[in-house]
């Protein structure tokens, strides 16, 4: 059972930064990984995916302040989330395709205060 690990959340003041972990229990060399946010009364939205190759793709509305990156000798993703806003207050989740299924990490809370 491959597990996903987030980790860096925490509390934060509009402007500031923080940098998201997702540690994966089996290599990620070959998977796409993404991190997804959900805010409360939300629907589960994409933020950024990252392929095996290093391309990147980000949500329009963090594109410019959130750069994602992978460490495939770590098995680890990162989401480093710069100029942060009230409006990404969310649980953040990494998730990855791994042998046909779709795995999800638990979450980790930012707060974005004003």
């Known amino acids: 059972q491959v597990q996903l690990v987030e980790s860096g959340g925490g509390l934060v003041q509009a402007g500031g930064s923080l940098r998201l972990s997702c540690a994966a229990s089996?290599?990620?060399?070959?998977?796409?990984m993404r991190w997804y946010r959900q805010a409360p009364g939300k629907q589960r939205e994409l933020v950024a995916g990252?392929?095996?190759?290093?391309?990147?793709n980000y949500a329009t509305s963090v594109k410019g302040r959130f750069t994602i990156s992978r460490d495939n000798a770590k098995n680890t993703v990162y989401l480093q989330m710069n100029s942060l806003k009230p409006e990404d207050t969310a649980v953040y989740y990494c998730?990855?395709?791994?042998?046909?299924?779709?795995?999800w990490g638990q979450g980790t809370q930012v707060t974005v205060s004003s």
């Open positions: 089996r290599s990620i060399l070959s998977i796409t």
């Open positions: 990252i392929t095996r190759g290093g391309p990147t």
């Open positions: 998730a990855g395709i791994f042998y046909g299924s779709l795995i």
